[in-house]
């Protein structure tokens, strides 16, 4: 909580701040450093007032009665006692009654004063049963036990006793139940993670396998194409070369023919001249 107020602080949360101090006062009294809880709650005190929070001024002023308790400063511990249940009377808030009956008859025990107790407890345990709060009727059965046991009624005080231990017994149960209910969803929900975890795995090594089957597929395009391309630029290059080797044998027949007629000219030039000769 040194941290989230620190936070509070910082940012003026004052609702959350006053909460968070009534929490570590709460921690305070729970180890008995009463001293220490008190300081914490006054401040949690002074912002609630500012807020004008009167159901968190109830919790608060419960909580300081605690602690006065538990420094045996019994009439202070009352007093604060009755300004929460004087608050939470008017805001009808019909737990917070009930547990400031019971705190108010414990502290009351305490100081000897056993009738006022039971008077105050059965009002509370009325309101408990009514509300069927089971945590405040647990601890309103044990008042009354303890109320019984030292007024010397053993009957009712082992009669309390055994109701203690049936709402004690059925708590356990309804936690347990609601633990392992807990631990079912966390189960289902861990299963349903698991199955989406196989179940992406899955897609994406079909993914995976998909892209590698499709780079296969275009590397061997690629190499058919690469294949037929260069059969092509080969077969130009084979046709090319014929035409060229066609062409050239063509001029070369061209001159051969031509030579021959040439010759053929001057065989028949000097034939005539010759006959000329002849002749004369």
């Known amino acids: 909580y040194g941290k989230a107020i620190k936070i509070n602080r910082e940012i003026g949360e004052l609702k959350h701040l006053g909460s968070n101090y009534n929490n570590l006062s709460t921690i305070y009294n729970g180890n008995r450093e009463f001293e220490q809880a008190m300081k914490f709650q006054n401040e949690s005190i002074l912002i609630k007032t500012q807020l004008n929070d009167s159901a968190g001024l109830a919790l608060s002023y419960n909580n300081m009665g605690i602690s006065y308790g538990g420094l045996k400063d019994y009439d202070l511990a009352e007093s604060y006692y009755l300004k929460s249940l004087s608050i939470r009377e008017k805001l009808n808030d019909r737990m917070g009654i009930a547990m400031s009956y019971t705190n108010l008859a414990n502290l009351y025990l305490k100081m000897g004063r056993t009738e006022e107790a039971e008077s105050v407890l059965l009002k509370s345990l009325e309101i408990s049963l009514e509300i069927g709060e089971k945590p405040v009727l647990l601890n309103t059965y044990k008042a009354l036990s303890d109320c019984d046991s030292i007024k010397g009624n053993y009957k009712g005080a082992f009669y309390y ?40 795995k899955e897609k994406k090594q079909q993914e995976e396998s998909s892209a590698r089957e499709k780079k296969k597929q275009n590397q061997i395009i690629y190499l058919i194409t690469g294949g037929l391309l260069l059969v092509v630029v080969f077969s130009v290059f084979v046709y090319r070369s014929l035409r060229i080797s066609q062409n050239q044998k063509k001029v070369i027949e061209a001159q051969k023919a031509e030579t021959e007629h040439q010759k053929k000219l001057v065989d028949e030039k000097q034939k005539e001249i010759i006959d000329s000769i002849n002749y004369a």
Not at 167 to 187: A, F, H, L, P, V
């Open 161 to 200: 006793f055994k109701k203690s231990a049936e709402i004690k017994d059925s708590i356990y149960t309804e936690r347990g139940q609601e633990k392992m209910e807990n631990m079912k969803e966390r189960y289902e929900s861990e299963k349903k993670e698991m199955e989406l975890a196989t179940v992406t």
